[in-house]
């Protein structure tokens, strides 16, 4: 089905989205024959991976960076691709600061009181208990469905959290994985994002964990590689090409930029929700669907990294890993790449003092989160080499991060739509994956869901 | 200010939606003499209100319809335009239905149990405490609104409704005033809602309540007017002109349509917030606007008019107001205009329920609505001789009714950016309301203040 460049006058499948979901939805269509086109907005690949260099030619990834047991498409890829991963340095105590002092420990029991600990313990329990009980294919199909989603994740820890210290934590454990606030998200979607990720302990994990390993180079290095390949595959990419109208019916669609218009068979749409209500659709899109794009807004993180002229910290026993203290951050890692002399710390600012730093100067921010830093690991955090954060929000083709969020009553009125393809228009991304949903897992599973639909249409 | 048609290089004020918002704006600013150029994505104006004329020439509206006590800007346009408000039918007997049959009863105090009453009335009264104490132009100063934005309506219900009845009555309520579950909104926004507009329970009431009064021949016609006045007073009216793009800096701002450019000085832009997503701004907004703009999805109703050779249900003693029943209505009104003929029975479908009927076909629809008006006025509600609904989640530029809602936590993260203007960029529409927001007259108070904040500029 392939055909050359010049006698293309339709595609198979246009591909709008080239972050990993895009690329390999693209990718797996291009080797199968089929003539695809993979148009971006950006003038990069990589969606929510991106790349910043400091000044003395480090690489540090601003945008998600792990991957961790269960990531089985993302090893495979990098290893594909001739990348390497490493682990994340994590060598050495933890600290955790609910008082005045950061305290250090090692193994997975903080040092709290034993009543916030048991507290926590038996609701995690619990937690974990529900969310093995769902079909992360259909989690709104659950018999409790109905009252999980009417409930936010913070209704739920004010009744089986009774301990301040523990709901502390669990806030922070739920700012940490979700990049929000707990009245902001549906009890099921926790419950649902949690199954879909083999369990929530291991979201907040490094070793064994989502946040065990990173790629060499950084993974938005990774991204460029896979462009590079879909290129050599024969896959057409446009970059800086904003989609503005998607026209379709029975025999096609036809996918508008303001430079041109591309038709083709199929259209797979690899973006968040938030981004496909920026489309114009032709006829529009029915009414379930695009309400339940409204009810899907993004994540609000800053992600903020600071150079030193060495991992200072690790002299000191300490592993990177803080969790707690005043904010704006409060949960630290050592993201230092594997062989670099200077070191890395970054930390994530979250929910609503996301919302009140990314009003505030660029050098107030970074005094602020130096700040932090220094809280947890003393004075020498102050004298950074280099900074950089990225407000994920602030991108104009992105708005948010880590992944489009549920509140209460969306999962449940609206599941079904989120994945359905509407005629030729079939639905990728992360925010549409069934394992893995908000992880670049979860995007690589979406594509080979998407193109396997789109293949057995084409072919059919 | 104003030039010729043709000698216009650059307007002074750019509106963008021809809703009762714009056109209020754009009124206000040509009569202070402003070159005004109003943009309209339809080929009508008039947003949420729209008239659907029946096979026998009877016209109802499928939008917005009602004025009441309060809307003082509403009543004197009405005035000013030539029009007339008449009250909505509501004399006879009222029906509540909970378990197997609907009983009637006057005045206010429902036939339900005493224990559901009591808990009723103690859990409105609350409400209203709490609602009176807020100031309705910064609710998210006042000092429990951390408490009351973190908590949904939902969860305060659970907690202050023990009573079952009353919990579903009060849904009910919610329902009919928010078009949407009590578990989508925040306890904040609900309690801003009802002190924007006087308190919580003359929004359920017809007389001396926000359904007191209709205006004679549509309040959409009555938009019609108001477009005709403004184009009397020389502003120029765009219909059928979606804006793409729109350029800003402090020179002033360029607007993009498919078929061409306006240069102007000011931009108000009089749309819903899930609307101004899609539209492209050069330089993007802000994050944090973004981000509260991506979490002010619409609400969700269907608007489902019946129309009967006569009222029959007055015959009975009936005026045609019902709440309860097995649904998918759960509040009826009688809708018939005034000197008419036949009868019109009108009906919300609202949240969960619309999600489901916006999916199935229109006669299914029909059918499922004309059985909920006949489980309340008997079998006569079956043989209607013509239907029409109207599901505002369709309507490509508008998706959704009645008005903008706010899940927990959105207030009092992103209160101060709802009206704050952006360089030329100022902002109108019910949602940036202070007084009645989700009301024709929080349009045009917006209107007013956004009108002002332009002209203020434009003359300092």
Not at 125 to 134: K, P, V
Not at 264 to 275: D, F, M, S, V
Not at 355 to 382: C, H, I, N, Q, T
Not at 386 to 405: F, H, I, N, P, S
Request: charged share 25%; aromatic share 8%.
């Amino acid at each position: 089905m392939r055909r050359d460049e010049d006698s293309r006058k339709r595609d198979d499948v246009v591909v709008v989205g080239a972050g990993f979901s895009g690329l390999h939805a693209a990718a797996r269509l291009a080797d199968r024959g089929f003539a695809v086109t993979l148009i971006e907005a950006r003038e990069r690949v990589g969606g929510r991976a991106e790349l910043h260099r400091f000044p003395n030619g480090d690489t540090v990834d601003v945008g998600g960076q792990w991957i961790g047991p269960g990531h089985d498409r993302m090893y495979r890829l990098v290893s594909d691709l001739g990348a390497r991963s490493y682990p994340l340095y994590h060598a050495g105590a933890r600290l955790l600061k609910l008082g005045n002092r950061a305290r250090r420990y090692r193994g997975l029991i903080p040092p709290a009181s034993p009543w916030a600990l048991i507290t926590l313990e038996l609701a995690l329990r619990r937690f974990e208990h529900m969310a093995a009980s769902l079909d992360p294919e259909a989690p709104w199909q659950h018999p409790k469905a109905p009252v999980w989603d009417r409930m936010t994740v913070a209704e739920w820890m004010r009744r089986h959290l009774r301990s301040r210290t523990a709901r502390r934590l669990f806030t922070i454990g739920i700012g940490a994985v979700f990049a929000t606030a707990p009245e902001e998200i549906s009890l099921l979607h926790a419950l649902f994002y949690a199954r879909a990720a083999d369990g929530f302990r291991g979201l907040l994990e490094v070793e064994g964990g989502a946040q065990q390993d990173r790629v060499f180079g950084g993974i938005a290095d990774l991204a460029e590689r896979y462009a590079a390949r879909c290129r050599r595959m024969g896959v057409r990419l446009l970059l800086g090409a904003p989609v503005t109208t998607i026209v379709h019916d029975h025999g096609g669609v036809r996918v508008r930029m303001d430079t041109g218009e591309i038709p083709a068979r199929r259209a797979i749409l690899a973006l968040p929700p938030n981004q496909l209500r920026r489309i114009r659709f032709d006829p529009p899109v029915p009414a379930r669907r695009d309400r339940l794009w409204q009810r899907m807004p993004a994540g609000r993180a800053i992600k903020c990294i600071a150079q030193y002229a060495r991992p200072f910290w690790r002299e000191k026993g300490l592993s990177g890993e803080a969790v707690g203290g005043r904010g704006p951050v409060h949960v630290t890692f050592d993201n230092t790449e594997e062989g670099a002399r200077a070191g890395l710390l970054m930390g994530f600012v979250i929910g609503p003092e996301a919302d009140r730093l990314s009003a505030v100067p660029a050098a107030e921010r970074r005094a602020a989160v130096l700040e932090s830093f220094a809280e947890f690991f003393g004075p020498a955090a102050r004298d950074a080499i280099a900074y950089v954060d990225k407000d994920w929000g602030a991108e104009e083709w992105t708005r948010g991060c880590y992944a489009g969020l549920m509140g209460p009553g969306t999962w449940t009125a609206y599941g079904p739509e989120l994945r359905a393809p509407i005629g030729p228009l079939h639905f990728a991304g992360t925010e549409t994956a069934r394992r893995w949903y908000g992880y670049f897992e979860g995007a690589l599973e979406a594509a080979e869901r998407a193109a396997d639909e789109v293949t057995c249409t084409l072919k059919g």
